[in-house]
């Protein structure tokens, strides 16, 4: 039988504030850029930087838009004017909201969980989206952190109910640096990995060594040893 040829997970640059931050992360092997859209983050992108980094990169990377708590009309809005492919939601939203805002934009959808315990993460069960983000908790805080939490905790996959192909790919999220992207991938093995505050000099302003650094520590994940790997 021939050995599956191992692949390293994808890379979500998230916290994209600035067109040239946007064009080094593509640079360095994003899969998806992230554009938070809530008003109280210090990484909101205005909406016509947005529209900029959308028009060039569109065809290149998955354009994220991240909400929080957002109404359906203003989502519909925000990605019909970005020009989005995917949707974010890391609030509270619901499956039906999910569901609903994916059918009116048209856009791929994950559904974001702050975890404390496994319990969080059995939470999403419901949400059958076509990804799930795990990302830590922090008190008043919806991202960003800068914090890890107990990786092994995301090693229990979502039970995949009704929705074809197994569980909904993970994205992991929460802490992540050039240091320790290598030790996260090995105990969770996700799908993605999502950094924003781990490859910055300041909130919303990538370091574009640490954008390249990030995505070095991830490639050499893909000659791990076949036995650290998922089947």
């Known amino acids: 039988m021939n050995a599956i040829e191992p692949h390293a997970p994808k890379i979500k640059f998230c916290g994209i504030t600035r067109r040239e931050d946007a064009d080094a992360a593509v640079a360095a092997?994003?899969?998806?850029?992230?554009?938070?859209?809530w008003p109280d983050s210090p990484r909101r992108c205005r909406l016509a930087t947005g529209i900029e980094i959308a028009t060039t990169?569109?065809?290149?990377?998955?354009?994220?838009?991240?909400?929080?708590?957002?109404?359906?009309?203003?989502v519909?809005?925000?990605?019909?004017?970005?020009g989005l492919t995917m949707l974010q939601l890391h609030g509270d939203e619901g499956p039906s909201f999910c569901a609903?805002?994916?059918?009116?934009?048209?856009?791929?959808?994950?559904k974001a969980a702050r975890v404390r315990s496994?319990?969080?993460i059995q939470a999403l069960a419901p949400f059958r989206t076509d990804f799930h983000l795990?990302?830590?908790?922090v008190p008043g805080l919806r991202g960003g952190s800068g914090e890890t939490f107990a990786w092994e905790l995301a090693t229990h996959r979502v039970p995949s109910g009704p929705r074809v192909g197994g569980p909904v790919p993970v994205i992991l999220s929460g802490g992540l640096t050039p240091d320790n992207v290598?030790?996260?991938?090995?105990?969770?093995?996700?799908?993605?990995?999502?950094?924003?505050?781990?490859v910055e000099s300041a909130p919303g302003i990538k370091d574009h060594a640490a954008l390249g650094a990030f995505a070095t520590a991830v490639a050499a994940t893909a000659a791990a040893p076949e036995a650290e790997r998922v089947p």
């Not at 092997?29 to 554009?35: E, R």
């Not at 990169?57 to 203003?74: A, K, M, S, Y």
């Not at 795990?134 to 908790?137: A, C, N, T």
């Open 118 to 120: 496994g319990a969080d």
């Open 76 to 82: 519909v809005r925000v990605a019909d004017e970005i």
């Open 182 to 198: 290598g030790e996260a991938i090995s105990v969770v093995h996700p799908y993605a990995v999502d950094v924003a505050s781990g």
């Open 29 to 37: 092997g994003a899969w998806a850029l992230g554009l938070i859209q």
């Open 57 to 74: 990169h569109r065809r290149h990377v998955q354009i994220v838009g991240v909400f929080v708590n957002p109404t359906l009309d203003h």
């Open 134 to 137: 795990l990302d830590s908790y």
């Open 100 to 110: 609903e805002a994916a059918r009116r934009t048209g856009c791929r959808v994950i």
